[in-house]
Protein backbone atom coordinates (compact mmCIF):
# COMPACT_ATOMS: atom_id res chain seq x y z
CA UNK A 1 0.00 0.00 0.00
CA UNK A 2 1.22 3.38 -0.80
CA UNK A 3 0.86 6.15 1.44
CA UNK A 4 -0.07 10.31 0.03
CA UNK A 5 3.38 10.58 1.63
CA UNK A 6 4.99 8.11 -0.12
CA UNK A 7 3.59 8.81 -3.62
CA UNK A 8 5.17 12.69 -3.32
CA UNK A 9 8.69 10.97 -1.93
CA UNK A 10 10.42 12.63 -4.97
CA UNK A 11 9.37 15.89 -3.72
CA UNK A 12 9.74 15.22 -0.12
CA UNK A 13 13.25 14.00 -0.94
CA UNK A 14 14.29 17.00 -3.54
CA UNK A 15 13.23 19.68 -0.84
CA UNK A 16 15.09 17.68 1.79
CA UNK A 17 18.18 17.60 -0.26
CA UNK A 18 17.98 21.11 -0.93
CA UNK A 19 17.26 22.66 1.96
CA UNK A 20 18.25 20.20 4.44
CA UNK A 21 15.01 18.98 6.11
CA UNK A 22 11.26 18.01 5.64
CA UNK A 23 8.76 20.07 4.01
CA UNK A 24 5.33 20.57 5.80
CA UNK A 25 3.58 18.80 3.28
CA UNK A 26 3.01 18.79 -0.86
CA UNK A 27 0.43 20.65 -2.75
CA UNK A 28 -0.79 21.00 -6.24
CA UNK A 29 -2.66 23.30 -9.18
CA UNK A 30 -2.88 21.77 -12.52
CA UNK A 31 -2.67 23.97 -15.98
CA UNK A 32 -5.88 24.62 -17.92
CA UNK A 33 -7.04 24.31 -21.35
CA UNK A 34 -10.08 26.51 -22.48
CA UNK A 35 -12.81 24.47 -24.38
CA UNK A 36 -14.50 27.47 -25.92
CA UNK A 37 -15.24 30.94 -24.91
CA UNK A 38 -12.64 33.04 -25.95
CA UNK A 39 -11.87 36.66 -25.80
CA UNK A 40 -15.07 36.54 -23.65
CA UNK A 41 -14.15 36.97 -20.59
CA UNK A 42 -13.20 40.93 -20.37
CA UNK A 43 -17.00 40.93 -21.77
CA UNK A 44 -18.40 39.84 -18.64
CA UNK A 45 -19.31 36.06 -20.76
CA UNK A 46 -18.90 33.11 -20.39
CA UNK A 47 -15.88 30.51 -20.73
CA UNK A 48 -15.55 27.09 -20.26
CA UNK A 49 -12.05 25.74 -19.63
CA UNK A 50 -11.23 22.58 -17.55
CA UNK A 51 -8.44 21.68 -15.18
CA UNK A 52 -5.71 18.95 -17.02
CA UNK A 53 -3.85 16.42 -15.80
CA UNK A 54 -0.18 18.27 -16.02
CA UNK A 55 0.25 19.69 -12.88
CA UNK A 56 2.95 22.05 -10.80
CA UNK A 57 3.50 20.72 -7.33
CA UNK A 58 5.30 22.62 -4.54
CA UNK A 59 6.83 21.18 -1.47
CA UNK A 60 6.92 23.84 1.13
CA UNK A 61 7.52 24.50 4.38
CA UNK A 62 7.35 28.19 6.62
CA UNK A 63 9.75 29.63 8.57
CA UNK A 64 7.89 30.97 11.46
CA UNK A 65 10.34 33.39 12.63
CA UNK A 66 11.59 34.80 9.37
CA UNK A 67 10.65 36.56 6.57
CA UNK A 68 12.90 34.87 4.18
CA UNK A 69 11.55 33.42 1.61
CA UNK A 70 13.61 30.56 -0.62
CA UNK A 71 12.36 29.35 -4.29
CA UNK A 72 13.67 26.44 -6.20
CA UNK A 73 12.34 25.03 -9.44
CA UNK A 74 13.39 21.90 -10.45
CA UNK A 75 12.80 23.14 -13.84
CA UNK A 76 14.97 26.06 -13.10
CA UNK A 77 18.86 26.34 -13.72
CA UNK A 78 18.91 29.33 -11.45
CA UNK A 79 19.26 27.29 -7.92
CA UNK A 80 17.87 28.66 -4.72
CA UNK A 81 16.24 32.10 -5.08
CA UNK A 82 16.26 34.48 -2.14
CA UNK A 83 13.97 37.24 -1.27
CA UNK A 84 12.56 39.50 1.61
CA UNK A 85 8.68 39.47 2.05
CA UNK A 86 9.48 42.99 3.68
CA UNK A 87 11.27 44.15 0.31
CA UNK A 88 9.10 42.79 -2.51
CA UNK A 89 8.39 45.43 -5.18
CA UNK A 90 5.43 45.29 -7.49
CA UNK A 91 6.75 43.80 -11.07
CA UNK A 92 10.40 43.55 -9.69
CA UNK A 93 12.02 41.18 -12.94
CA UNK A 94 11.83 38.23 -10.16
CA UNK A 95 11.85 35.64 -13.06
CA UNK A 96 9.52 32.51 -12.35
CA UNK A 97 9.87 33.64 -8.79
CA UNK A 98 7.12 36.72 -9.26
CA UNK A 99 4.45 33.53 -9.18
CA UNK A 100 4.77 32.83 -5.98
CA UNK A 101 5.82 35.97 -4.29
CA UNK A 102 2.83 37.21 -6.45
CA UNK A 103 0.50 35.52 -4.41
CA UNK A 104 2.76 35.94 -0.75
CA UNK A 105 1.83 39.45 -1.18
CA UNK A 106 -1.52 39.01 -2.12
CA UNK A 107 -2.17 37.34 0.90
CA UNK A 108 -0.57 40.15 3.15
CA UNK A 109 -2.32 42.71 0.98
CA UNK A 110 -5.56 40.98 2.35
CA UNK A 111 -4.64 41.55 6.14
CA UNK A 112 -3.05 37.23 6.35
CA UNK A 113 0.39 37.51 7.48
CA UNK A 114 2.80 34.76 5.60
CA UNK A 115 5.38 33.83 7.28
CA UNK A 116 8.95 33.39 5.18
CA UNK A 117 8.92 29.61 3.86
CA UNK A 118 10.58 27.29 1.60
CA UNK A 119 9.19 26.14 -1.45
CA UNK A 120 10.32 23.72 -4.15
CA UNK A 121 8.52 23.36 -8.00
CA UNK A 122 8.44 20.81 -9.78
CA UNK A 123 5.65 21.13 -12.67
CA UNK A 124 4.86 19.12 -15.62
CA UNK A 125 2.79 21.76 -17.37
CA UNK A 126 4.60 22.80 -20.49
CA UNK A 127 6.01 26.43 -20.12
CA UNK A 128 4.89 29.18 -22.33
CA UNK A 129 2.79 26.81 -24.38
CA UNK A 130 -0.66 28.76 -23.20
CA UNK A 131 -1.20 25.84 -21.15
CA UNK A 132 -0.88 28.24 -17.90
CA UNK A 133 2.01 26.90 -16.01
CA UNK A 134 2.37 30.29 -14.41
CA UNK A 135 -1.36 30.14 -12.99
CA UNK A 136 -0.59 26.68 -11.87
CA UNK A 137 2.56 27.49 -9.85
CA UNK A 138 0.57 30.89 -8.60
CA UNK A 139 -2.63 28.48 -7.50
CA UNK A 140 -0.35 25.55 -6.18
CA UNK A 141 1.17 28.19 -3.81
CA UNK A 142 -1.60 30.17 -2.49
CA UNK A 143 -3.66 26.64 -2.00
CA UNK A 144 -0.45 25.80 0.27
CA UNK A 145 0.37 29.41 2.26
CA UNK A 146 -3.40 29.33 2.55
CA UNK A 147 -3.40 26.10 4.74
CA UNK A 148 -0.32 26.41 6.43
CA UNK A 149 -1.25 30.28 7.49
CA UNK A 150 -4.42 28.60 9.06
CA UNK A 151 -6.14 31.37 6.69
CA UNK A 152 -9.81 29.83 6.01
CA UNK A 153 -10.60 31.02 2.43
CA UNK A 154 -13.25 30.18 -0.28
CA UNK A 155 -12.03 28.38 -3.15
CA UNK A 156 -13.23 31.66 -4.27
CA UNK A 157 -11.37 34.25 -2.59
CA UNK A 158 -8.88 32.12 -3.49
CA UNK A 159 -8.99 32.77 -7.14
CA UNK A 160 -9.69 36.79 -6.14
CA UNK A 161 -6.56 37.08 -4.41
CA UNK A 162 -4.46 34.90 -7.17
CA UNK A 163 -6.04 37.31 -9.49
CA UNK A 164 -4.87 40.45 -7.48
CA UNK A 165 -0.91 38.80 -7.71
CA UNK A 166 -1.39 38.81 -11.57
CA UNK A 167 -2.65 41.94 -12.21
CA UNK A 168 -1.22 44.00 -9.21
CA UNK A 169 2.34 42.00 -8.39
CA UNK A 170 3.28 40.43 -11.71
CA UNK A 171 1.77 43.05 -13.64
CA UNK A 172 -0.49 40.80 -15.82
CA UNK A 173 -4.58 42.57 -16.73
CA UNK A 174 -5.81 38.88 -16.48
CA UNK A 175 -9.19 37.97 -15.48
CA UNK A 176 -10.35 34.75 -13.41
CA UNK A 177 -10.49 32.35 -16.53
CA UNK A 178 -7.01 30.51 -15.47
CA UNK A 179 -7.29 30.20 -11.16
CA UNK A 180 -10.51 29.38 -11.44
CA UNK A 181 -10.25 26.60 -13.83
CA UNK A 182 -6.45 25.64 -11.71
CA UNK A 183 -8.62 25.86 -7.84
CA UNK A 184 -12.01 24.84 -8.98
CA UNK A 185 -11.70 22.37 -11.44
CA UNK A 186 -13.05 18.25 -11.18
CA UNK A 187 -12.34 15.16 -12.63
CA UNK A 188 -14.18 14.93 -15.29
CA UNK A 189 -15.70 18.29 -15.89
CA UNK A 190 -15.15 21.62 -17.68
CA UNK A 191 -15.81 24.57 -15.36
CA UNK A 192 -18.42 26.73 -16.57
CA UNK A 193 -17.87 29.89 -15.29
CA UNK A 194 -20.09 33.04 -15.92
CA UNK A 195 -17.39 36.37 -15.47
CA UNK A 196 -20.42 39.09 -15.03
CA UNK A 197 -20.96 37.65 -11.69
CA UNK A 198 -17.99 35.02 -11.27
CA UNK A 199 -20.51 32.02 -10.33
CA UNK A 200 -19.22 28.65 -11.14
CA UNK A 201 -20.95 25.68 -12.28
CA UNK A 202 -18.99 21.98 -13.33
CA UNK A 203 -20.44 20.65 -16.03
CA UNK A 204 -19.70 16.64 -17.07
CA UNK A 205 -17.02 16.75 -20.11
CA UNK A 206 -15.83 13.00 -19.72
CA UNK A 207 -14.10 12.70 -23.17
CA UNK A 208 -12.42 9.30 -21.97
CA UNK A 209 -15.99 7.89 -21.34
CA UNK A 210 -17.08 8.43 -25.08
CA UNK A 211 -13.95 6.88 -26.43
CA UNK A 212 -11.97 10.74 -27.07
CA UNK A 213 -9.34 12.65 -25.99
CA UNK A 214 -8.10 16.26 -26.62
CA UNK A 215 -4.98 16.84 -28.27
CA UNK A 216 -3.34 19.70 -27.31
CA UNK A 217 -1.26 20.87 -30.54
CA UNK A 218 1.41 24.07 -29.26
CA UNK A 219 2.63 25.65 -32.30
CA UNK A 220 5.42 27.28 -30.37
CA UNK A 221 4.44 30.51 -32.11
CA UNK A 222 5.89 32.51 -29.35
CA UNK A 223 2.35 34.48 -28.19
CA UNK A 224 2.32 37.69 -25.96
CA UNK A 225 -0.82 38.87 -23.76
CA UNK A 226 0.88 42.30 -23.34
CA UNK A 227 0.86 42.96 -27.15
CA UNK A 228 -1.50 45.79 -29.16
CA UNK A 229 -2.87 42.75 -30.10
CA UNK A 230 -4.83 42.11 -27.52
CA UNK A 231 -5.48 45.76 -26.04
CA UNK A 232 -6.90 46.49 -29.72
CA UNK A 233 -9.40 43.73 -29.40
CA UNK A 234 -10.50 45.10 -26.02
CA UNK A 235 -10.67 48.53 -27.26
CA UNK A 236 -13.14 47.81 -29.83
CA UNK A 237 -15.14 45.47 -27.58
CA UNK A 238 -15.47 48.37 -25.33
CA UNK A 239 -16.19 51.04 -27.99
CA UNK A 240 -18.92 48.21 -29.82
CA UNK A 241 -20.60 48.35 -26.37
CA UNK A 242 -20.66 52.07 -25.75
CA UNK A 243 -21.99 52.59 -29.53
CA UNK A 244 -24.63 49.73 -28.80
CA UNK A 245 -25.39 51.68 -25.62
CA UNK A 246 -25.03 48.29 -22.99
CA UNK A 247 -22.44 47.95 -20.29
CA UNK A 248 -20.61 44.91 -21.88
CA UNK A 249 -21.17 42.58 -25.52
CA UNK A 250 -22.45 40.43 -22.62
CA UNK A 251 -25.70 42.18 -22.94
CA UNK A 252 -26.13 41.48 -26.61
CA UNK A 253 -27.37 38.67 -28.24
CA UNK A 254 -27.02 37.48 -31.86
CA UNK A 255 -30.56 39.19 -32.31
CA UNK A 256 -28.80 41.70 -31.75
CA UNK A 257 -26.35 41.61 -34.47
CA UNK A 258 -28.34 43.18 -37.46
CA UNK A 259 -28.68 46.59 -35.59
CA UNK A 260 -25.05 46.49 -34.57
CA UNK A 261 -23.94 46.06 -38.75
CA UNK A 262 -26.10 48.98 -39.02
CA UNK A 263 -24.44 51.06 -36.54
CA UNK A 264 -21.07 50.30 -36.45
CA UNK A 265 -18.15 49.99 -38.93
CA UNK A 266 -17.16 46.84 -40.40
CA UNK A 267 -14.14 46.05 -38.23
CA UNK A 268 -15.87 46.87 -34.85
CA UNK A 269 -18.85 44.65 -36.19
CA UNK A 270 -17.14 42.05 -36.33
CA UNK A 271 -15.41 41.84 -33.32
CA UNK A 272 -18.58 42.00 -31.98
CA UNK A 273 -19.68 39.47 -33.52
CA UNK A 274 -17.11 36.79 -32.52
CA UNK A 275 -18.11 37.94 -28.90
CA UNK A 276 -21.42 37.44 -29.13
CA UNK A 277 -21.54 34.35 -31.31
CA UNK A 278 -18.90 32.88 -29.02
CA UNK A 279 -21.28 33.47 -25.79
CA UNK A 280 -23.63 31.73 -27.78
CA UNK A 281 -21.83 29.01 -28.34
CA UNK A 282 -20.10 28.49 -24.56
CA UNK A 283 -23.93 28.27 -23.68
CA UNK A 284 -24.59 25.42 -26.39
CA UNK A 285 -21.83 23.45 -25.59
CA UNK A 286 -23.01 23.50 -21.94
CA UNK A 287 -26.06 21.99 -23.10
CA UNK A 288 -24.90 19.80 -25.54
CA UNK A 289 -22.21 18.29 -22.82
CA UNK A 290 -25.41 17.50 -20.66
CA UNK A 291 -27.40 15.89 -23.02
CA UNK A 292 -25.31 14.34 -25.62
CA UNK A 293 -21.70 14.15 -24.05
CA UNK A 294 -18.22 15.30 -25.35
CA UNK A 295 -18.72 13.65 -29.31
CA UNK A 296 -21.36 16.82 -29.68
CA UNK A 297 -19.34 19.65 -29.55
CA UNK A 298 -17.38 19.18 -32.45
CA UNK A 299 -19.13 21.70 -34.66
CA UNK A 300 -19.22 24.54 -31.91
CA UNK A 301 -15.17 24.27 -31.71
CA UNK A 302 -15.23 24.62 -35.75
CA UNK A 303 -17.20 27.56 -35.49
CA UNK A 304 -15.67 29.36 -32.92
CA UNK A 305 -11.79 28.74 -34.80
CA UNK A 306 -13.88 30.02 -37.45
CA UNK A 307 -15.50 33.35 -35.76
CA UNK A 308 -11.87 33.70 -34.35
CA UNK A 309 -9.95 33.48 -37.62
CA UNK A 310 -12.68 35.72 -39.81
CA UNK A 311 -14.10 38.08 -37.31
CA UNK A 312 -11.54 38.38 -34.36
CA UNK A 313 -8.54 37.74 -36.41
CA UNK A 314 -6.40 36.45 -33.81
CA UNK A 315 -4.95 33.49 -35.31
CA UNK A 316 -2.33 32.88 -37.42
CA UNK A 317 -0.90 30.38 -40.18
CA UNK A 318 0.73 28.03 -37.84
CA UNK A 319 -2.69 27.79 -35.91
CA UNK A 320 -4.92 27.57 -39.07
CA UNK A 321 -2.74 24.36 -40.11
CA UNK A 322 -2.99 22.55 -36.35
CA UNK A 323 -6.70 23.48 -36.91
CA UNK A 324 -7.43 22.52 -40.66
CA UNK A 325 -5.06 19.25 -40.67
CA UNK A 326 -6.60 17.64 -37.26
CA UNK A 327 -9.81 18.05 -38.67
CA UNK A 328 -8.49 16.47 -42.14
CA UNK A 329 -7.57 13.58 -40.55
CA UNK A 330 -10.49 12.79 -38.19
CA UNK A 331 -10.67 15.10 -35.43
CA UNK A 332 -14.36 16.02 -34.91
CA UNK A 333 -13.73 19.47 -34.22
CA UNK A 334 -10.44 21.84 -33.38
CA UNK A 335 -10.09 25.51 -32.63
CA UNK A 336 -7.30 27.66 -31.54
CA UNK A 337 -7.18 27.85 -27.67
CA UNK A 338 -5.61 31.12 -25.57
CA UNK A 339 -5.61 35.04 -26.72
CA UNK A 340 -4.58 33.92 -30.02
CA UNK A 341 -1.49 34.62 -31.90
CA UNK A 342 0.32 31.61 -32.00
CA UNK A 343 -0.05 29.34 -28.44
CA UNK A 344 -2.26 26.38 -28.57
CA UNK A 345 -4.97 24.71 -30.51
CA UNK A 346 -6.88 21.78 -29.27
CA UNK A 347 -8.42 18.90 -31.54
CA UNK A 348 -11.40 16.88 -30.13
CA UNK A 349 -10.12 13.42 -31.25
CA UNK A 350 -11.56 10.06 -31.14
CA UNK A 351 -9.23 7.02 -29.41
CA UNK A 352 -8.94 5.08 -32.62
CA UNK A 353 -7.46 7.61 -34.83
CA UNK A 354 -5.16 9.54 -32.22
CA UNK A 355 -2.05 8.20 -33.93
CA UNK A 356 -3.28 9.14 -37.82
CA UNK A 357 -4.44 13.04 -36.39
CA UNK A 358 -1.19 13.21 -34.84
CA UNK A 359 1.27 11.96 -38.14
CA UNK A 360 -0.94 14.44 -40.23
CA UNK A 361 -0.51 17.67 -38.15
CA UNK A 362 3.70 16.69 -37.98
CA UNK A 363 3.16 15.59 -41.74
CA UNK A 364 1.44 19.32 -42.32
CA UNK A 365 3.77 21.48 -40.17
CA UNK A 366 6.91 20.03 -41.73
CA UNK A 367 5.35 20.08 -45.95
CA UNK A 368 5.02 24.01 -44.66
CA UNK A 369 8.23 24.64 -43.21
CA UNK A 370 7.16 25.61 -39.75
CA UNK A 371 8.78 24.88 -36.46
CA UNK A 372 7.69 21.49 -35.10
CA UNK A 373 4.70 21.27 -32.94
CA UNK A 374 3.94 19.89 -29.98
CA UNK A 375 1.27 17.46 -29.76
CA UNK A 376 -0.18 15.74 -26.30
CA UNK A 377 -3.49 14.53 -24.87
CA UNK A 378 -4.46 15.98 -22.07
CA UNK A 379 -8.17 15.30 -19.88
CA UNK A 380 -10.16 16.98 -17.54
CA UNK A 381 -8.34 16.46 -14.07
CA UNK A 382 -8.86 17.57 -10.77
CA UNK A 383 -8.28 21.15 -9.04
CA UNK A 384 -5.59 22.21 -6.74
CA UNK A 385 -5.45 20.40 -3.36
CA UNK A 386 -3.29 18.80 -0.88
CA UNK A 387 -1.24 15.96 -1.98
CA UNK A 388 0.52 15.12 1.09
P1 LIG B 1 1.90 30.01 -19.68
O1 LIG B 1 1.38 30.41 -18.36
O2 LIG B 1 0.86 30.06 -20.75
O3 LIG B 1 2.58 28.70 -19.66
P2 LIG B 1 3.44 32.35 -19.27
O4 LIG B 1 4.38 33.11 -20.15
O5 LIG B 1 2.32 33.06 -18.64
O6 LIG B 1 2.96 31.10 -20.12
O7 LIG B 1 4.25 31.69 -18.10
C1 LIG B 1 5.44 31.00 -18.34
C2 LIG B 1 6.43 31.41 -17.28
O8 LIG B 1 6.10 30.74 -16.05
C3 LIG B 1 7.84 31.00 -17.58
O9 LIG B 1 8.52 31.99 -18.31
C4 LIG B 1 8.43 30.88 -16.19
O10 LIG B 1 8.78 32.14 -15.68
C5 LIG B 1 7.26 30.39 -15.36
N1 LIG B 1 7.26 28.94 -15.16
C6 LIG B 1 6.29 28.06 -15.49
N2 LIG B 1 6.58 26.82 -15.08
C7 LIG B 1 7.78 26.88 -14.46
C8 LIG B 1 8.63 25.94 -13.81
N3 LIG B 1 8.30 24.65 -13.73
N4 LIG B 1 9.79 26.39 -13.28
C9 LIG B 1 10.13 27.69 -13.36
N5 LIG B 1 9.38 28.62 -13.95
C10 LIG B 1 8.22 28.26 -14.51
MG1 LIG C 1 0.55 32.36 -17.96
Redesign the pocket.
Known amino acids: MTSPEHEQQDLFTSFREVFGHEADGVWMAP?RVNLIGEHTDYNDGFVLPFAIDRR?RVAVRTLPDSRTVRLV????TDGVLEFDLDSLEPQGGY??A??PLGVAWALERSGIRVPGFELF???T?????????????ECATITALAELTGASLSAQELVLLTQKGENDFVG?PTGIL?QSASLRGERGHAVFLDCRDQSVELIPFDAEADDLLMLVIDTRVA?SHSDGGYASRRAACEAGAAALGVPALRDLGVDDLPRAKELLDDLTFRRVRHVVTEDARVLETVSALKSEGAAAIGSLLDASHVSMRDDFEISCPELDLAVSSARDAGALGARMT?GGFG?SAIALTPRAVESQVRAAVLEAFSAAGFTEPQLFAVSPAEGARRLA
Do not use: F
Open positions: GASAQGGWTYLDSVPLGSGLSSSHAIADHGG
